[in-house]
């Protein structure tokens, strides 16, 4: 079934506002999904509760914006 015109709205706005959170973030929702096997009411749900609760600029405050940098090693010849 597709989603109401509303459903696609509010997807669509959720989308925008993890992609202004930065990549770090959107694995982060990614990963929360996986876990809970959420369908698209769950989904648009967990989009507003992000949306409410998260502002890029308090995620950039807490360096939630990108990931911890990779560690190097060195590889003996």
Known sequence: MSPA????LRLQRGAEHVHRLGARALAELLLQMARER????????????WRDG???A???AARGDCFPPRVLHEVPA
């Open 58 to 60: 308090m995620v950039r």
């Open 5 to 8: 015109v509303s459903d696609t």
């Open 54 to 56: 998260l502002s890029p």
């Open 38 to 49: 959420r369908d698209l009411d769950d989904m648009l749900d967990l989009l507003d509760a």
